[in-house]
């Protein structure tokens, strides 16, 4: 039996949508799990409940809502929450999508760079009109940190328009690369465990118990990493809305 | 539309493209951009959807709710609070209204206590004055009493004194110079 890690990250046209110049449009299994994510945080949120004690499913709607509420508080400031259903979609996309993508079987849509790209260059267009229309050049100050000496001024300020532009880079790749390389072990570890039992027999079995305790252990760390990934994209979302809100540092 | 699209971008899966749909020796399927089209097509219609769900029904929906239990849990707080502050005050109430019987009673005892003691001084007072005067009139009449005793010693002394000098003299003494001696001897 061969190990085939990657193949969890084909994506499958279900049925063609249309054309847009050369490009065939199809829905794919990729577009599926979006749905699935979109419809699963729609029924979260809006099929729970509006009870004066909520129960567990308007609990786990609630404390969804004010966790990403106080993470943007905390980042941003209350100026911070004209972008609550921005950063709430995204939180919530990305965390439900990661989650539903840790069942086996499933598709991460996180697994493909072009979608944690589009969802980076939309935090950071975002950021780069927002920052533009409310500070006007103000703006221009997030890349003149105060207190710096004017010789070396010129070399932060290259090193701060590098990190700038870089960051859509570094925002999407961490998300991409964590599940991707998260999925790839699981695979592999998990292969392991077949892979001994049918090329070793009884022994194989036996020494099939290590890489399966592995499987599990990791399984948990990728149920973290999902959740923890999701987190990180949506608090670096807060971090770079702040420099647009409040561009003086 | 997977060769053009290998050829024109990828050098990394230029290689292999020619198998589309294979899992086998084909692009690495997260940078074959034979897929992209399709993928950024799904997500911005899944996103822009999940967005105005998100934005027009959902938070609204739960903010509201977690909006109206703080409501009430300041209302049901506040209520509390009117109805301890209530009961403070009827306490209060209740304490002055002792107080103030306390003090009343105090007061009603106190003014009962003056009035027998002024009565009982009062008593005592005529009494001693009556005393007094009782006492007074007693030594008034011992007085009278010894003036009394003391003049009939007189006379008994001149008599007596006149009776011996003329037992002894055998001349009545003039009653005058009887007296008169009389009165020098009992001055002494």
Redesign the interface.
């Known amino acids: 039996m061969k190990i085939?890690p990657?193949?969890q990250?084909?994506?499958e046209?279900l049925f063609t949508?249309g054309h847009?110049g050369?490009?065939?449009?199809?829905?794919?299994n990729?577009?599926l799990y979006?749905?699935i994510?979109?419809l699963l945080?729609?029924l979260l949120?809006?099929a729970s409940g509006?009870?004066?004690v909520?129960g567990r499913l308007?609990s786990v709607?609630?404390i969804s809502?004010?966790f990403v509420a106080s993470t943007i508080r905390g980042n941003a400031g209350a100026e911070g929450m004209k972008f609550?259903?921005?950063i709430?979609?995204l939180f919530?996309?990305i965390c439900v999508s990661n989650l539903v993508g840790v069942v086996p079987y499933t598709f991460t849509?996180a697994?493909?760079?072009?979608?944690t790209a589009?969802?980076a260059l939309?935090v950071f267009f975002t950021v780069l009109i927002y920052g533009l229309y409310k500070n006007g050049l103000k703006f221009f100050k997030i890349f003149v940190p105060s207190g710096v000496p004017i010789y070396i001024l010129p070399l932060v300020m290259f090193i701060e328009i590098l990190s700038f532009f870089l960051r859509p880079v570094s925002h999407s790749v961490r998300l991409?690369a964590n599940m991707?390389a998260g999925h790839i072990a699981l695979k592999v570890f998990a292969g392991f465990v077949a892979m001994l039992g049918f090329s070793l027999g009884a022994l194989g079995w036996v020494g099939g118990v290590l890489p399966l305790a592995l499987t599990v252990a990791l399984y948990a760390l990728e149920l973290l990493v999902a959740f923890l990934q999701a987190y990180v994209f949506a608090i670096l979302t807060c971090i770079y809305l702040n420099d647009a809100i409040h561009p003086g540092h | 539309m997977a060769e053009s699209h290998g050829e024109a971008k990828g050098q990394k899966a230029g290689a292999h493209t020619e198998a589309e749909g294979g899992h086998h020796g084909g692009a690495f399927p997260p940078f074959d951009s034979s897929n992209y089209a399709s993928q950024l097509v799904s997500l911005a219609i899944a996103f822009v959807a999940l967005y105005l769900i998100v934005s027009r029904i959902a938070l609204p929906r739960v903010g509201g709710t977690i909006d109206a239990r703080q409501n009430k849990i300041e209302g049901d707080l506040a209520e509390a609070q009117k109805l301890k502050d209530e009961s403070d005050a009827a306490l209060k109430a209740y304490e002055t209204e002792l107080a103030n019987a306390r003090s009343n009673a105090q007061a009603i005892g106190n003014e009962t206590r003056e009035k027998l003691n002024a009565a009982s001084e009062a008593e005592r007072k005529a009494l001693e004055d009556k005393l007094a005067a009782k006492l007074a009139d007693a030594e008034k009449q011992i007085a009278t009493t010894r003036t009394n005793a003391m003049s009939n010693v007189r006379g008994i002394a001149a008599d007596a004194a006149g009776a011996i000098v003329q037992q002894l003299a055998g001349v009545t003494p003039d009653a005058n110079a009887v007296n008169s001696a009389v009165d020098a001897s009992l001055k002494g």
């Open positions: 085939d990657i193949h990250f084909n994506i046209p949508l847009i050369n490009h065939t449009i199809a829905f794919t990729s577009s979006m749905f994510a979109v945080i729609a949120m809006v509006r009870d004066l909520p308007q709607a609630e809502y004010e609550f259903p921005l709430f979609s919530m996309f849509i697994t493909h760079l072009i979608v589009a969802l939309l991409f991707l």
